[in-house]
């Protein structure tokens, strides 16, 4: 992948307008790529963004890269076959929770199961919020909506908890009001080799305005988050006295002082640990009872798609005895007509 001098995030805005409602957790993340880009060394002639249908499917317009705005839910599909066609490209998909887990759902699974060196930003604002507000796949069970006026009946998806179940290699979490931690962790899913997933908890400041004020509180974000970092210790809260701990198979908040608790009690992140279980368990805490996890979740290093794709295709060239479409036409059985 070709290097260049370095380049700033002005760099990468495009003169398109920007297009999103005001307050609107979409300009968040687009400023945070347009951050996080120049530090993973990349040319910017060498990257692309990709996405399928949605309010944050905009994006690439307003990036002075590659981009490709295609189809609802087809966003998986179209870049996985850019990254297996030029696997020097870094590829981002920008997607929805709509456009990414209902209509687009089986093509993300199996590019999370193939492990393609691509990079997902899936934008979880728990709504439809381009077509005006209907309930998604991620919209919480009882929430009222324009087709769930009675409240939903069904069970959301957890994003993290699919995409561990799709044997994904790579997970994070982060809210938009945090940009600086938004930045870091595009940049660790840019470095990571393989399929990454990067859920950015996104507020709809019109069709679900606060769907994730309880966890961003500003005040109390200590207390309701807890952020991650490999090797250190799960402690959170405003006095960082408290702490994760495992009780069997269970994970369990714990203050550090009481009921002869210690800070070597408390566990310590793993991201790398191929063994999923930790890292499912901490996907899956919610609030109140516990802090909703922040940050790399899971970040573990396993053969990739793509590397194999291009190694396959060299040893196959390597013993071919055809090279050329002329001799392919003229290869086996062949009939000359007069």
């Not at 456009?99 to 979880?124: E, Q, S, T, Y």
Request: proline share 4%; charged share 20%; with cysteine.
């Amino acid at each position: 992948m070709n290097t260049v001098e370095s380049y700033t995030a002005k760099e990468l805005k495009s003169s398109v307008s920007v297009k999103w409602c005001a307050g609107c957790g979409d300009h968040a993340l687009l400023n945070a790529l347009q951050r996080a880009i120049p530090e993973t060394g990349v040319a910017k002639e060498n990257v692309a963004v990709v996405s399928g249908i949605g309010c944050s499917s905009r994006l690439p317009y307003y990036m002075e890269t590659y981009g490709m705005h295609t189809i609802h839910g087809r966003a998986s599909a179209i870049a996985s076959g850019l990254k297996s066609a030029n696997p020097d490209l870094q590829v981002w998909q920008i997607t929805g929770d709509g456009d990414c887990m209902a209509i687009g759902g089986n093509h993300f699974i199996h590019a999370v199961r193939r492990n393609i060196d691509i990079n997902i930003i899936l934008f979880n604002n728990q709504i439809y919020g381009l077509t005006k507000g209907q309930y998604s796949p991620t919209s919480l069970k009882g929430q009222v909506t324009k087709t769930s006026p009675y409240g939903t009946i069904e069970q959301p998806f957890n994003p993290g908890e699919l995409v561990v179940g799709a044997h994904g290699q790579f997970f994070a979490r982060a809210i938009d009001n945090n940009i600086p931690l938004i930045k870091d962790l595009f940049v660790l899913a840019a470095k990571h080799r393989g399929t990454s997933v990067v859920e950015v908890l996104q507020n709809c400041v019109i069709f679900n305005n606060g769907a994730h004020d309880y966890i961003g509180d500003r005040n109390e974000k200590e207390n309701r988050q807890l952020f991650l970092e490999h090797g250190k210790p799960m402690i959170f809260g405003k006095n960082k006295d408290k702490g994760i701990i495992l009780n069997g198979i269970n994970l369990e908040v714990a203050t550090i002082g009481e009921n002869g608790i210690t800070e070597d009690d408390i566990l310590v992140h793993d991201a790398k640990n191929p063994n999923p279980m930790i890292h499912m368990g901490l996907i899956n805490m919610q609030t109140p009872e516990f802090p909703v996890a922040m940050g790399v979740i899971r970040d573990v290093d396993v053969e990739t798609y793509t590397d194999l794709l291009v190694q396959q295709e060299q040893e196959i060239s390597e013993k071919a005895t055809i090279h050329s479409m002329e001799e392919l036409f003229m290869s086996g059985d062949v009939y000359e007509i007069k």
